[in-house]
């Protein structure tokens, strides 16, 4: 079973406003990402960490921004939300084990963002 | 990155075997195959991954082509909570590579 948890599950917000999205783990797995997926589309990474201190950009641009100060916690901020940003967010984690078979990567529900 | 093809959607009826092809005809000698599904309104989840050789575990079983360059991704006894879209990506073990997730096929299960 995954315990990985993002909050809040729905967020419905102003133009303007600053938002933090929250994810969190608890199995001591070192890599950490996000994704962004809008209804009936593909996953696209835009963030990325493989530890703390670690923050990389994914293969989407975002104008979001990432931190990973501690393991188990990996915040997604819009410093500026717009109508463009409404989408689903998802946090994942897995272990960092170089040269192994396995990249199994464990989800969050997602956080589903409006933005007005 | 070594890319893959799947059909956009499949049908099954409830109880029966769903096979769910994947062409990778790119595919280097490092890549695994790994599958992944996502269920409406939630994250996806890891399904199956192998190498060369075909691959069972609880949730399905996975069948590679000698050649590599297809698998195919079977579903003993397809059951309602298996519609989902399925998504079948290469990735090759290195620390520095990340799983990239295509567009995936549409599963529907008929009762």
């Known amino acids: 079973e995954a315990d990985i948890y993002q909050t809040p599950r729905y967020l419905v917000i102003g133009t303007g406003k600053k938002i933090t999205l929250e994810c969190s783990q608890t199995m001591g797995h070192d890599k950490m990402y996000w994704y962004q997926q809008d209804p009936g589309m593909e996953l696209h990474l835009i963030h990325y960490?493989?530890?703390?201190?670690?923050?990389e950009k994914g293969d989407l641009s975002s104008e979001s921004t990432v931190s990973r100060i501690r393991t188990e916690h990996f915040p997604l901020t819009l410093e500026s939300a717009r109508p463009s940003h409404t989408s689903q967010y998802l946090c994942?984690?897995?272990?960092?084990?170089?040269?192994?078979?396995?990249?199994?990567?464990?989800f969050g529900p997602g956080t589903r963002l409006t933005v007005l | 990155d070594a890319k893959t093809t799947q059909p956009n959607s499949m049908e099954s009826n409830e109880e029966e075997p769903v096979h769910l092809p994947c062409n990778h005809s790119?595919?280097?000698?490092?890549?695994?195959i790994h599958w992944y599904r996502q269920l409406p309104s939630q994250g996806p989840e890891y399904v199956i991954h192998?190498?060369?050789s075909n691959v069972n575990n609880r949730m399905a079983s996975l069948a590679i082509a000698e050649d590599r360059k297809s698998s195919t991704l079977i579903l003993h006894r397809a059951t309602l909570r298996d519609a989902a879209v399925y998504y079948c990506?290469?990735?090759?073990?290195?620390?520095?590579?990340?799983?990239?997730f295509g567009k995936g096929t549409k599963l529907s299960v008929k009762p």
């Open positions: 192998g190498l060369t």
């Open positions: 790119t595919i280097s000698g490092t890549d695994y």
């Open positions: 960490s493989y530890g703390v201190n670690s923050t």
């Open positions: 994942a984690s897995s272990e960092l084990s170089p040269g192994t078979s396995s990249d199994t990567q464990y």
């Open positions: 990506i290469l990735w090759n073990g290195g620390s520095q590579g990340n799983l990239i």
